[in-house]
């Protein structure tokens, strides 16, 4: 596969725990965030978003929190599982209403799960 | 079943010579863009288009063109390649009211 998760930070947790993986954003006039998910030789897959007039969301397993005063995203997973073992990416869009012309990736997290 | 679609998914190259890696997309999406992923760099953008006709430098364009004669497809150029271009590529696409980005499988080019 894809060596997409060298020189990159490492999570490890045992499955079954809670996941938390955080990103610090760039840009204040930021007001659109997703979380994308990329597994060895894969292109990233979209996991959840977030508007800048929210600070919490939450789908299937999955949370993320937004922290507008610090700048600071967050994705929560609940009962790691061996499939969510991947690189995890936070983007944010720098122009009003998500134009995906501007979006702006963070390094990538790597989340390895211990069974 | 909506999806971007890249090709060539692999192509080791030599330096000089023209390529072209073809994205596709059905999903009748207006923005398309192109990144570069190196180790310790992340996702980089190359060049996006906000829609046919119309596009924009990313962050990193320097040796690369694109182009969008179609909404369909967004070819990117490398009219002369080197070796510090060797790289893994996505293609992706999305529509101004979702948000969200689609992205291919990606192109892994060597060029050596």
């Known amino acids: 596969g894809e060596s997409v998760g060298l020189h990159l930070p490492t999570l490890s947790v045992q499955e079954g725990d809670n996941s938390i993986i955080n990103c610090a954003y760039s840009?204040?006039?930021?007001?659109?965030f997703i979380w994308y998910k990329q597994e060895s030789g894969k292109g990233p897959q979209f996991i959840i978003d977030?508007?800048?007039?929210?600070d919490k969301r939450q789908g299937q397993r999955v949370t993320v929190l937004l922290n507008k005063t610090v700048k600071h995203l967050s994705l929560q997973i609940a009962a790691t599982q061996p499939g969510d073992s991947a690189v995890y990416f936070c983007a944010e869009n720098m122009a009003n209403g998500g134009s995906q012309g501007n979006l702006i990736f963070g390094k990538g997290t790597k989340l390895s799960v211990k069974p | 079943e909506a999806q971007v679609t890249q090709n060539p998914r692999y192509l080791i190259t030599v330096t000089g010579k023209k390529l072209t890696v073809t994205c596709s997309q059905n999903m009748n999406h207006e923005y398309m863009s192109w990144y570069r992923q190196d180790p310790g760099l992340g996702l980089r953008q190359i060049y996006y288009s906000m829609n046919v006709e119309v596009t924009d430098k990313g962050d990193v364009p320097e040796g690369y063109k694109v182009s969008r004669k179609e909404k369909r497809n967004f070819p990117l150029i490398l009219e002369s390649p080197s070796p510090n271009q060797t790289s893994l590529y996505f293609c992706?696409?999305?529509?101004?009211?979702?948000?969200?980005?689609?992205f291919g499988q990606g192109t892994r080019l060597t060029v050596v």
């Open positions: 840009n204040s006039a930021s007001d659109y």
């Open positions: 977030i508007r800048s007039n929210m």
């Open positions: 992706a696409s999305s529509s101004p009211i979702q948000g969200r980005a689609f």
